[in-house]
């Protein structure tokens, strides 16, 4: 392939990687990562609410990863609580599970960047060792990718499985009774999943650019290997 058309690729891939860095970045930070409702079950049960009176009992969450907001609903009017995270649910949360989840998400933002810089240079410079060449974009993009998709594994675990959102509405509640009755991803957790795909685009951006995958088989075996392949 052409270096103009190379350049070309490499500045795309960098685009991208940039804005999947910048928008990671910005839903870290949002509360829209999980909304749904909550049952007031306790005061459901009092007045036997059913059909259209049922609705006066159920409230609206929604969360990210530091911090959210409740509206508490038990027949008698909406009633709003902000929350957050640290300190506060560190001891009804599977603290662990989340704070991999902000760590991972800061590994996916930085590597993001890194490959974003990392293409331009290739577009721009001469990679003169590995992992600033073409098969050192396929480390970032991988390690990006595989980031994304811990991420989203690791929330959906805590959100479903640990039954998150119903341990949040519980908090420092002692008559009422709180039961998750719906429940689903915001906008937030689905620019993960973007930016996942946007790094495995990038890998075969390089494939498409003529680099082989790492760890394939040459089609020339006599062909000359190291530094001075990366450089074009």
């Not at 990006?144 to 509640?173: P, R, W």
């Not at 498409?208 to 990366?230: I, Q």
Request: glycine share 10%; hydrophobic share 50%; net charge positive.
């Amino acid at each position: 392939m052409p270096a103009q058309q190379k350049k070309t690729i490499f500045c795309i891939a960098g685009v991208l990687s940039l804005a999947c860095a910048l928008g990671a970045g910005a839903a870290i930070g949002t509360q829209l990562w999980v909304k749904g409702t909550v049952l007031c079950r306790t005061g459901a049960l009092l007045v036997n609410a059913t059909g259209p009176e049922l609705d006066k009992f159920i409230g609206k969450i929604h969360y990210g990863l530091f911090s959210g907001e409740r509206v508490r609903q038990c027949g008698l009017g909406g009633r709003p609580f902000p929350f957050s995270f640290f300190p506060d649910l560190l001891k009804i949360i599977p603290a662990s599970i989340h704070i991999s989840v902000i760590l991972f998400c800061t590994v996916l933002v930085i590597f993001a960047l890194v490959g974003a810089g990392f293409f331009l240079f290739n577009a721009f410079g001469s990679p003169y060792e590995t992992l600033h060449g073409p098969v050192g974009l396929y480390l970032w993009s991988f390690i990006t990718c595989c980031c994304g998709c811990l991420i989203m594994i690791l929330f959906s675990s805590e959100v479903k499985i640990h039954h998150l959102s119903e341990k949040i509405a519980n908090f420092k509640e002692g008559s009422f009774t709180f039961k998750t009755h719906s429940e689903q991803f915001a906008n937030s957790f689905w620019v993960i999943l973007v930016c996942s795909l946007v790094q495995f685009l990038n890998a075969l951006l390089i494939r498409f650019a003529g680099f082989e995958f790492p760890f394939s088989k040459p089609k020339d075996a006599g062909r000359a290997s190291g530094a001075a392949d990366l450089m074009y």
